[in-house]
């Protein structure tokens, strides 16, 4: 399921929710896609081994290239967050 959504510079959406994988691939909780050209691609190294399979992203913010993540968590990529993390 998913809860939230954010875009870059019309290149690429960021989407959160509750999920293991996107396209079959494992993407816990957040994946990326590349919307640069006409077609939706998923951006396969984009956070994912950042978050475990029971987390859960609630909102997503963009800001000066890095990814605001709020959600039911405790760590992103092995560093201690409570419920806030950054990807960049």
């Not at 960021?14 to 909780?29: C, K, L, M, R």
């Not at 029971?54 to 760590?75: E, H, M, P, R």
Request: aromatic share 12%.
């Amino acid at each position: 399921m998913v809860y939230a959504l954010a875009a870059s510079d019309n290149t690429k959406l960021y989407v959160g929710g509750n999920f293991s994988t996107v396209d079959g691939a494992a993407h816990p909780a957040i994946a990326a896609f590349d919307l640069s050209d006409q077609n939706v691609n998923l951006l396969a190294d984009f956070a994912s081994s950042d978050f475990a399979d029971s987390d859960t992203i609630w909102s997503l913010a963009y800001n000066d290239g890095k990814v605001y993540a709020g959600g039911t968590f405790t760590q992103v990529n092995g560093n201690h967050f409570n419920n806030l993390g950054i990807s960049g």
